[in-house]
């Protein structure tokens, strides 16, 4: 457990570390904005148990975040945000063929 709480808060510190453009795709919010909006959204209340990097399954540039919130009732909520605007994403098959 300590192991796995070390990992999600160094990849947290990883990808907070990005600058605002690391995605390639325009100069949208940083991270740390988007996290902190999505921690104020009553849907999404909990505390933020891990962070990833999803990259596009096709081979392509785009990536969204992944982050892994652990909600009040001990449940794992997993969230996907734009790394250009910082919204939420539905769905992110449909959002990669999108790209």
């Known amino acids: 457990m300590i192991r796995r709480a070390f990992l999600a808060g160094?990849?947290?510190?990883?990808?907070?570390?990005?600058p605002p453009a690391a995605s390639g795709?325009?100069?949208g919010p940083d991270l740390s904005e988007a996290l902190d909006r999505l921690q104020?959204?009553?849907a999404y209340a909990g505390r933020i148990v891990g962070?990833?990097?999803l990259r596009d399954?096709?081979?392509?540039?785009?990536?969204l975040y992944e982050v892994r919130i652990l909600s009040p009732g001990d449940r794992i909520i997993i969230v996907y945000l734009d790394p250009d605007s910082g919204a939420v994403v539905g769905n992110p098959r449909?959002?990669?063929r999108n790209r």
Not at 57 to 63: C, I, K, M
Request: a positive charge.
């Open 40 to 42: 104020r959204n009553p």
């Open 94 to 96: 449909a959002w990669f």
């Open 25 to 27: 795709q325009g100069s």
């Open 51 to 53: 962070t990833h990097v």
């Open 10 to 18: 160094s990849t947290l510190a990883f990808l907070l570390s990005l």
């Open 57 to 63: 399954p096709s081979g392509g540039r785009a990536f």
